[in-house]
């Protein structure tokens, strides 16, 4: 068996972060509207999907997440970093999301980092895929949960 070794050159530091980021597999959760919405980013490649935010899918959040990574041939144990919308929002959608991604990070040691577009000033068009990069960009912190609820 060969080992090859590969050199990437980058131009800026900037560029290698997001390059390092843009290789990790990421899930972004999002239960904050009247959608749920799930996005996948492994590699450079994006996926995409949505529910309708009620009760019922509340409690199969987690099921929703499983089927989402199944169909596109992944699993949790292939994800490095979940990316939560905390607000703001409906309260039931950001309460159980945020405590399904609690228990993905105390049972699968999967680091989370709680984001609202609120925190990114200057990118009122940010998209999901954006979301990973601005997180470090504007120094979101990890695993803190700070949930921003509409009244």
């Known amino acids: 068996m060969s080992s090859e070794k590969y050199l990437i050159l980058f131009?800026?530091?900037?560029?290698?972060?997001?390059?390092?980021?843009?290789?990790m597999n990421n899930l972004i959760v999002d239960a904050t509207g009247d959608s749920?919405?799930?996005?996948?980013?492994?590699d450079k490649n994006i996926y995409t999907?949505?529910?309708?935010?009620?009760?019922?899918?509340?409690?199969k959040l987690m099921i929703l997440i499983s089927d989402f990574l199944k169909l596109n041939k992944k699993s949790l144990d292939d994800i490095d970093i979940i990316y939560?919308?905390?607000g703001p929002g409906s309260f039931a959608?950001?309460?159980?999301?945020?405590?399904?991604i609690k228990a993905l990070f105390l049972t699968k040691k999967i680091d989370y980092y709680c984001f609202s577009?609120?925190?990114?000033?200057?990118?009122?068009?940010a998209k999901y895929e954006?979301?990973?990069?601005?997180?470090?960009?504007?120094?979101i912190k990890k695993n803190l949960i700070n949930p921003i609820y509409l009244s």
């Open 11 to 23: 131009s800026s530091a900037l560029e290698l972060v997001k390059n390092i980021i843009m290789m």
């Open 36 to 42: 749920i919405f799930l996005t996948l980013i492994i």
């Open 49 to 59: 999907c949505s529910h309708e935010n009620s009760k019922i899918n509340f409690e």
């Open 84 to 86: 939560i919308n905390r």
């Open 93 to 100: 959608g950001i309460r159980n999301s945020l405590a399904t």
């Open 117 to 125: 577009f609120n925190d990114f000033s200057g990118f009122e068009g």
């Open 130 to 139: 954006d979301v990973p990069n601005l997180c470090k960009k504007f120094k």
